[in-house]
T-cell receptor
Framework: EAGVAQSPRYKIIEKRQSVAFWCNPI?????LYWYQQILGQGPKLLIQ????????DSQLPKDRFSAERLKGVDSTLKIQPAKLEDSAVYLC?????????????FGPGTRLTVL | GQQLNQSPQSMFIQEGEDVSMNCTSS?????WLWYKQDPGEGPVLLIA?????ELTSNGRLTAQFGITRKDSFLNISASIPSDVGIYFC???????????FGTGTKLQVIP
């Protein structure tokens, strides 16, 4: 079974530029998550989708971050414009989205450096 | 919001030694998850606990769901170099299928 795919793996941009990350979850997983992981910290949830609808985006800085999952499968996360403090690893995860299990499966992440 | 504090923050151990780490919560959980993150990779689920007092093993790893439901412990026996990484606890944080991650314990194993 293929895991969660993310691209690119690394990205370096200058502040005020725009960047987009892509995620393809495990086939059949209804729930998709985007996390931000700053160096030395645990992942912090940015946004959660159930199929193509947003379940939780309370921690997403909506003035500069946006995400979509138009067909309920893959998803993109965009930052426009980027700030220095956005330097982090952006992790995508997916889960079945059924029953009581909270077991999430993570992709390898995209490491963003903002100069 | 809910906070999960892990200790120790980091540890260096000799290969072959046993390791113990713990996670405490400011509120009661009904599920505890333990993840390991290798450098440059996303976290991978190691063990899931669903019942207070539960003790679950996965190879050399053993995790326990604390009786108070506000803590959990992870033990690694006979450590090997590939145990190196960051270990995160996680628990449900309200909302559907949503979890909060702890602060992490960074483990270094000296061959």
């Amino acid at each position: 079974e293929a895991g969660v795919a993310q691209s690119p793996r690394y990205k370096i941009i200058e502040k005020r530029q725009s960047v987009a990350f892509w995620c393809n979850p495990i086939s059949g997983h209804a729930t998709l998550y985007w996390y931000q992981q700053i160096l030395g910290q645990g992942p912090k949830l940015l946004i959660q989708f159930q199929n193509n609808g947003v379940v939780d985006d309370s921690q997403l800085p909506k003035d500069r971050f946006s995400a979509e999952r138009l067909k309920g499968v893959d998803s993109t996360l965009k930052i426009q414009p980027a700030k220095l403090e956005d330097s982090a690893v952006y992790l995508c995860a997916s889960s079945l989205g059924r029953g009581g299990s909270n077991e999430q499966f993570f992709g390898p992440g995209t490491r963003l450096t903002v100069l | 919001g809910q906070q999960l504090n892990q200790s120790p923050q980091s540890m260096f151990i000799q290969e072959g030694e046993d390791v113990s780490m713990n996670c405490t919560s400011s509120s009661i959980f009904n599920t505890w998850l333990w993840y390991k993150q290798d450098p440059g990779e996303g976290p991978v689920l190691l063990i899931a606990l669903y019942k207070a007092g539960e003790l679950t093993s996965n190879g050399r790893l053993t995790a326990q769901f604390g009786i108070t439901r506000k803590d959990s412990f992870l033990n690694i026996s006979a450590s090997i170099p590939s145990d190196v990484g960051i270990y995160f606890c996680a628990g449900p944080s309200g909302g559907y299928q949503k979890v909060t991650f702890g602060t992490g314990t960074k483990l270094q194993v000296i061959p």
